[in-house]
């Protein structure tokens, strides 16, 4: 009998089985009426993960992916660490410890005619999967690797109330909305709420539909009238806000949006990469915003 070596599975395999296993982790967790993407933002760097060797935040399907693991984990820290990585920083994994999936894209560049015989030079994003592993799960040598540590400099100085400077917010009645036709934001009053923070965190998930104008990132043209979409820009929402919730330092109630859950189910066992799309157009939105509050 002769040996056979094992072919390694390819990228765009690797990058499959990746978002199959975020979004079998996602259903799971909302099957039990769990919103996999709210958390308590006191840990860590504001809760959003970074990588511990770089100071570098992650962003898009990778806070989530993150996020997961350390819900699932219990991890209460925010650093994470490719298996060379933590060599490096004086640590090793810890022997059975499972890594998490992130996401890192390349741009292809290729020449492609077009329909005028013209050459036209294009882009396209192409993922590679990397496995990291959380600072818990690593077994550092001692004075590596255990010291106190603060948020990369990114992550500081986000404010709720200057980003929501940026849209027109009237207040009164207790519904907080969107209205795309008058371009405003509808929100009770702050004493209406439990809590301030509720506040702070329903505004930003309001605050990102906004991103969604035509005017700015154009996508919600027909989403009112098509229930999938609906349910579809309402998780872009809920990414949107528990991103900026992290990076603000809020832990408000973000509201409940058990009615898209069945739809959220449907779309991500039928689509794993739609989770990815949501994820990623959130991650749109908060750059916006970012980039809009700086400017200001």
């Known amino acids: 009998m002769t040996n056979q070596a094992v072919k390694k599975p390819s990228r765009a395999a690797r990058v499959e089985a990746a978002a199959q296993e975020i979004a079998d982790k996602v259903a799971a967790l909302l099957e039990q009426g769990v919103m996999p993407w709210r958390r308590p933002w006191k840990a860590g760097a504001h809760g959003l993960p970074f990588n511990g060797a770089t100071g570098r935040r992650y962003s898009g399907t990778n806070i989530l992916s993150l996020w997961l693991a350390e819900q699932l984990g219990g991890y209460d820290d925010a650093r994470w660490y490719t298996f060379k990585q933590a060599q490096a920083c004086g640590g090793r994994v810890r022997s059975g410890e499972k890594s998490s999936p992130v996401f890192f894209y390349n741009q292809r560049t290729f020449e492609e005619e077009n329909d005028r015989g013209e050459t036209e030079t294009k882009c396209v994003p192409v993922a590679r999967v990397f496995r990291v592993f959380n600072h818990h799960q690593i077994l550092w040598e001692q004075g590596r690797g255990e010291e106190v540590y603060e948020a990369p400099v990114e992550l500081r100085n986000v404010d709720a109330a200057a980003l929501m400077s940026l849209a027109r917010v009237t207040h009164g009645g207790f519904r907080a909305y969107y209205q795309p036709s008058t371009d405003r934001i509808q ?57 900026l919730c992290a990076m603000c330092g809020v832990s408000g109630d973000l509201g409940n949006h058990a009615s898209y859950v069945d739809s959220w189910l449907e779309r991500i066992r039928e689509e794993p990469k739609a989770l990815m799309r949501a994820a990623a157009a959130a991650q749109r939105a908060v750059t916006f915003l970012e980039e809009t509050q700086q400017q200001a």
């Open 187 to 243: 929100m009770p009053r702050k004493d209406a709420f439990a809590h301030e923070a509720d506040y702070w965190a329903t505004g930003l998930h309001e605050l990102t539909h906004w991103t969604g104008h035509a005017g700015r990132l154009d996508r919600l043209n027909g989403y009112q009238a098509d229930p999938k979409a609906r349910a579809l820009e309402e998780l872009i929402a809920e990414l949107g806000s528990a991103t």
